[in-house]
């Protein structure tokens, strides 16, 4: 069982521990509704008032809920809902069993609560902390919309799926009918490479911007490694109907070891955005012989910006190690 607890302080992550501030549950707050506030990540909530060095000296927890597994997305926070005919300033947070909680800021009290399906077990062996993969990656709140966006990992009869949904934020239920994620690339040979729910984890916060939202693919591990392939994809907010261009990272049709990845792994952090809705990335290794690196087909250990449809690269930056970078798997960069 995961907890939640509420305490007054800064916000403070750890898988499976949580502590928001006090000054979540005042009036007039900051919405959190994306991973560290911002599209540009910062971190920095420059309205901030009420927290100061006096404060701290009523440090202690407030509340504590228990959940039905761990919580690895970053909780996000909308002041101000009103659920069940009553006003609430309500804290977002999913779990790794496909779990979305509204939970009040100030009581502890769990006002909704939805699970969007099984989650995979355990996928490939690779170590989660834990037994369940479900909701991995911060989902994003539109409160224009009244949104919140989320991909979730289901395992279904016929293997591993990831779903996107829009969720109510005043009824956790879905307001568009979600959609199971599906991508093709062509390869430098011409070959179709299809998206493979199997071997690709969903770890980077979500992306609401320009209209958009954005997600990143990586792998289990480095399991798979011949199979798995990074990506970056899109869809529309507000149909959820995928981008026509995708990203696909890695286009080589072969290595020397079979090895392919340049996943989005990114620890987490969420792909970032400027103001003119270009999309940034960075991605992990590829084939461990360190040779794979080319510019047009296998992005490896680089930072990228792509137009917001995602038809172009728009800049690259890849560091002048990155050969031996991919040959220790010591990858570039997080967020």
């Not at 998206?195 to 916060?205: D, I, L, T, Y």
Request: one cysteine or more.
């Amino acid at each position: 069982m995961g907890k939640f607890f509420v305490a007054n302080v800064a916000a403070l992550s750890l898988a499976g521990l949580f502590s928001i501030s006090e000054a979540i549950t005042a009036e007039a707050q900051v919405n959190v509704t994306t991973y560290h506030y911002d599209n540009m990540r910062s971190g920095w909530n420059q309205n901030e008032t009420t927290l100061t060095q006096s404060s701290f000296s009523n440090f202690g927890l407030l509340q504590t809920v228990s959940l039905d597994d761990q919580v690895d997305a970053q909780p996000l926070v909308v002041n101000g809902v009103t659920i069940n005919g009553s006003q609430h300033n309500v804290v977002y947070v999913a779990t790794e069993n496909n779990s979305v909680y509204a939970i009040d800021a100030q009581s502890g009290q769990v006002l909704i609560h939805t699970n969007l399906g099984t989650p995979v077990t355990n996928p490939l062996g690779c170590n989660n902390n834990g037994p369940n993969v479900g909701i991995n990656s911060t989902p994003v709140i539109d409160t224009a919309t009244g949104n919140l966006y989320v991909i979730s990992y289901v395992q279904q009869s016929q293997g591993p799926a990831f779903f996107l949904h829009a969720l109510s934020l005043t009824t956790l239920a879905d307001s568009i009918t979600p959609v199971q994620v599906t991508a093709s690339g062509e390869l430098a040979n011409g070959n179709t490479y299809e998206f493979n729910a199997r071997v690709s984890r969903q770890r980077a916060a979500l992306l609401l911007s320009n209209g958009n939202l954005y997600a990143g693919f990586a792998s289990f591990c480095d399991f798979d490694a011949n199979l798995s392939r990074g990506w970056v994809l899109g869809w529309q907010e507000s149909t959820l109907d995928p981008l026509p261009a995708n990203r696909l990272n890695n286009k080589l049709r072969s290595s020397p070891d079979n090895f392919f990845l340049t996943s989005v792994w990114m620890s987490g952090y969420g792909l970032a955005a400027n103001s003119a809705g270009s999309v940034y990335f960075v991605t992990g290794n590829s084939d461990y012989s360190g040779t794979t690196l080319n510019k047009k087909n296998n992005i490896t250990e680089s930072a990228a910006e792509m137009s917001s449809d995602l038809s172009t690269r728009e800049s690259l930056f890849t560091p002048s190690d990155w050969s031996s970078l991919d040959n220790d798997d010591a990858d570039f960069g997080s967020g």
